[in-house]
């Protein structure tokens, strides 16, 4: 183990505990941009991580736009970093009006070298609780990678499958970007700032979101089955989706009805971002 990822490894098991109060805006607003009708005082699944968000002061603030590392999330010295993926289980859903507490534990470091270059991967726990009550347990993946080396081939990427039984095209626009930004107070620049997403990061464009389009195939389940109750999901982020093209979730339910492969596809056709879903 190199000296490096010895240093990484002093992160682990570092906890933080948020707090917040779940009120209605942020509902009412990922309501609107998902151009949704939504009822009631619950909040629906994945729509969480419109609350405990990370509030940095200015001075605070890396070039990419989050908070600088070394924080909470150990000081990874790469300069690319994505939501890789998650799992995600569903006690009981949150209400408008409580206020929750999440505890968070760095559970993993993984540091790898791969065929892009160094490849980080860390992996956070959360718990969320209200009123005593364990709501939901969460998994997040976070991959930190090198900048793009000159010449390097890219990865081939795979033909998203065929035949799905549910199917719904979103359009990708500048707009839609700086909503679920705001939404979510993410000032990762590579979702709103072409000049440093590729003159910097060098990707061909600016990116949509992994939590929205993860978001958007939970919808999907949501608007087929509005009547289901999602137990568990997973999902795994395979390649960029980039705004200017519409990109498309797609759903398979299984013979039995219990559960749901769930994947997104770009523009080309390319597989984007695969998931399962799990029904009470």
């Not at 949509?208 to 389940?221: F, K, M, Q, S, Y």
Request: charged share 25%; hydrophobic share 40%.
């Amino acid at each position: 183990m190199s000296a490096a990822s010895e240093k990484l490894d002093d992160w682990l098991n570092k906890e933080a505990v948020t707090e917040d109060d779940i009120t209605a805006f942020p509902l009412t607003a990922l309501a609107a941009t998902l151009d949704r009708e939504e009822s009631g005082d619950t909040v629906p699944p994945l729509w969480h991580w419109l609350y405990f968000l990370p509030v940095a002061a200015m001075a605070e603030v890396g070039a990419d736009g989050h908070p600088k590392r070394g924080g909470f999330l150990p000081p990874v010295p790469l300069p690319r970093r994505m939501w890789a993926g998650g799992r995600l289980t569903f006690h009981a859903p949150l209400k408008v009006g409580e206020r929750a507490t999440r505890t968070s534990t760095i559970a993993n470091i993984e540091d790898k070298t791969g065929r892009s270059g160094r490849l980080v991967f860390v992996t956070v726990q959360h718990t969320i609780e209200a009123g005593g009550e364990l709501k939901i347990d969460e998994e997040h993946d976070i991959v930190y990678r090198d900048a793009p080396q000159e010449g390097a081939r890219p990865q081939q990427p795979q033909l998203a499958p065929q035949g799905e039984t549910w199917r719904r095209t979103i359009d990708t626009d500048a707009v839609l970007l700086f909503r679920y930004s705001a939404l979510t107070f993410n000032g990762h620049r590579i979702h709103y700032d072409y000049p440093y997403v590729t003159q910097v990061e060098g990707y061909p464009g600016l990116i949509v979101h992994g939590p929205l389009i993860a978001t958007l195939l939970v919808d999907l389940v949501r608007r087929e089955l509005p009547d289901a109750t999602l137990q568990s999901f997973a999902f795994r982020a395979l390649r960029p989706t980039f705004a200017g093209q519409p990109f498309t979730v797609c759903g398979q339910p299984s013979a039995d009805g219990k559960t749901i492969e769930l994947w997104a596809k770009d523009h080309e056709g390319y597989l984007t971002m695969r998931a399962t879903a799990a029904l009470a």
